[in-house]
């Protein structure tokens, strides 16, 4: 069973916006890990956030998480046509990887 | 450093027939995973082995599904008889520490 979800399932906007992906999970993790995946590739590790962390900056991307909520959110800023992807968050709960359904985005150019 | 491979990239097969994929760490990482992503869907984990010891195989279903990893390196996994319902795209992954995975390019079977 899955373990994250993900909201929105699909996201476009234009390229320079900014898009936010949010997830939400149900049991206490160790850590929660962003993904993402290309149409037909494997996924590549964005972002990994600590239970004791709340945010997180790595170039244009930023990652919240709120473990009150069993929530965090993506962030990317400034989006280009390149960002077109399927993004996942995965929970680690013991060692025990859960990914969510994902979220489409599309940035048009 | 290499990547993770995986072969082969596509399979076809017929419903009923056996299949078998490979897995090729990167070098030195102690934990392999194989995930099953169905189209449109997150990936599944199905098993996850340490060194060449099994963790997690709760989701892996041991009926048609086996795999192995003997001296903790490479892995195979193979679906014996397979259904239609196990199109999909067979994912490993493998990590230094229980953190950052890295994945190969997957195997996308189709059973016809």
């Known amino acids: ?28 993790i160790n850590n929660l890990q962003w993904y993402r995946q290309n149409s037909g590739r494997g996924l590549v590790h964005l972002i990994l956030i600590r239970s004791n962390e709340r945010e997180k900056h790595s170039g244009r991307l930023r990652v919240t998480l709120d473990t009150s909520k069993k929530s965090s959110s993506l962030l990317i800023t400034a989006s280009r046509a390149a960002d077109t992807a399927s993004y996942f968050c995965a929970t680690d709960s013991n060692n025990d990887m859960r ?11 | 450093e290499a990547g993770v491979a995986q072969s ?11 299949v078998a994929f490979w897995c090729n760490p990167i070098s030195g990482h102690a934990t392999l995973y194989w995930y099953q992503q169905i189209l449109g869907q997150g990936p599944k984990l199905l098993i996850q082995f340490q060194n060449n010891g099994v963790v997690d ?11 192995e990893r003997l001296k903790g390196v490479d892995s195979t996994l193979k679906i014996q008889p397979a259904k239609l319902e196990d199109s999909a ?13 890295f994945f190969g390019p997957g195997t996308r079977l189709t059973v016809l």
């Open chain 1, 1 to 28: 069973s899955q373990q994250g979800e993900e909201d929105p399932q699909a996201l476009s906007i234009q390229e320079g916006e900014n898009a936010t992906m949010n997830c939400s999970y149900k049991t206490s």
């Open chain 1, 99 to 109: 990914f969510g359904a994902g979220t489409r985005l599309t940035v048009k150019p």
């Open chain 2, 8 to 18: 082969p990239r596509y399979k076809i097969i017929e419903k009923r027939q056996s």
């Open chain 2, 57 to 67: 195989d709760s989701q892996l279903p041991k009926d048609r599904f086996s795999a």
């Open chain 2, 89 to 101: 795209v067979y994912l490993c992954a493998s990590s230094l520490l229980l953190n950052e995975q």
